[in-house]
Nanobody, 120 residues
């Protein structure tokens, strides 16, 4: 079994910054691609950013230039640095990780979600 535990988030004013963290623990043979998703009130969950095991990153157009995803393979962790936050970034943010528990078994896991609210 694998757990993804998120930290960070909260309330911030427009233009402010926040950093989200997500740490994986449990039966981990290899961490594959990792990413951050968000779901606004009444909206579908959408991909915000992803990072491959080799460090290749991908961003939604709405956050390019403002958000940065990174990972620390030694700590089994992924981070999302969010700068120049806007009210439309308000959502529950979820981390996601592809985890191989052995050479023959892999699946995706989700973090518990954390609220990010951008408001004055």
């Amino acid at each position: 079994q694998v757990q993804l535990v998120q930290s960070g988030g909260g309330l911030v004013q427009p233009g402010g910054s926040l950093r989200l963290s997500c740490a994986a623990s449990g039966s981990i043979f290899r961490l594959n691609a990792m990413g951050w998703y968000r779901q606004g009130l009444g909206k579908q969950r959408e991909l915000v950013a992803s990072i491959s095991s080799g460090g290749t990153t991908n961003y939604a157009d709405s956050v390019k230039g403002r958000f940065t995803i990174s990972r620390d393979n030694a700590k089994n962790a992924v981070y999302l640095q969010m700068n120049s936050l806007k009210p439309e970034d308000t959502a529950v943010y979820f981390c996601n990780a592809g985890v191989s528990s052995s050479i023959t078994y892999a699946r995706n896991y989700w973090g518990q979600g954390t609220q990010v609210t951008v408001s004055s």
